[in-house]
């Protein structure tokens, strides 16, 4: 097993610039000899702040969203040329508040993880089904299709810059969790869907995070899990005493 965990917090839309860059001081404090590989995606608004506390550290500077396009007539939107003039190094895509509250759909997603990935950029790509889609048995469905439409047209290559972090919908900012057992055969199943796009190499290889009420209490047993490579923190990963513990388990 060659796959480092990989530990990103998703502010979302949180934090004034002064707070963004409180937390980000205290996590370059505290999480400098940490031994896993460590990310934090801020609002677009404190990207600059947070990135001169984080530049040169083993955190890596991560946007929430993109443009599908370079530039132009897009008013209200962010786009890849900005993101990396500011050193975002990451960019999110496909997460499901993304998906489900503003109705991106895959093919979008598709068009921005090109994108992101032809200007050089690390992509997290989030999949995740609803609960009445697991209820009615269609998780794997769901996340296979999500994988295979948001990896389409992605070469052997590329692949090597995307992470995907599986979030079970019904368990984001709702404290239910998936036990590890459940995530870890999602994290199977992905990884087999990899394997048939990509062979078994790039498959054994490609980080899988699970995301959805990560907390430092179920950090452990998660990754624990063989196919678990990781977290993408939600409301967790506002506060230094609950992301430190959940970024430094061992």
């Known amino acids: 097993m060659g796959r480092n965990y990989y530990i990103a917090g998703n502010w979302k839309m949180h934090k004034t610039r002064a707070e963004a ?42 946007a929430q969203n993109c443009a599908a396009e370079e530039q132009g007539a897009h008013t209200g939107e962010v786009s890849v040329l900005q993101l990396k003039d500011l050193g975002v190094q990451t960019i999110i895509l496909g997460h499901s508040e993304r998906r489900h509250v503003y109705k991106e759909d895959d093919q979008l997603i598709s ?17 995740g089904e609803l609960l009445e889609e697991r209820e ?9 299709s999500q994988t295979i439409k948001g990896l ?12 995907i ?12 969790t998936a036990t590890p057992e ?17 062979g078994k190499d790039a498959a054994e290889k490609i980080i899988i995070q699970y ?6 209490e179920n950090a452990a047993q998660l990754m624990a899990k063989e196919n678990i490579d990781g977290a993408l923190v939600g409301g967790a990963s506002l506060k230094t005493e609950t992301f430190v513990p959940i970024a430094l388990f061992s």
Request: proline content about 3%; glycine content about 10%.
């Open 21 to 62: 860059t409180e937390l980000a001081k205290a996590l370059v404090s505290q999480l400098k000899d940490g031994k896993h590989q460590y990310l934090v995606a801020p609002s677009f608004t404190s990207l600059e702040a947070v990135g001169a506390v984080v530049k040169g550290t083993n955190i890596r500077l991560g």
């Open 111 to 127: 068009k921005k993880v090109k994108l992101a990935l032809k200007h050089g950029f690390e992509v997290i790509l989030c999949i």
């Open 136 to 144: 009615a048995g269609r998780a794997e469905e769901v996340c296979e």
């Open 152 to 163: 389409e047209g992605i070469s052997a290559q590329e692949l090597s810059g995307i992470v």
């Open 165 to 176: 972090a599986y979030e079970p919908v019904w368990a984001i900012g709702t404290g239910k």
């Open 182 to 198: 459940d995530a870890d055969a999602i994290h199977a199943f992905v990884r087999k869907v990899i394997a048939k796009l990509y």
């Open 211 to 216: 995301g959805g009420s990560v907390k430092p």
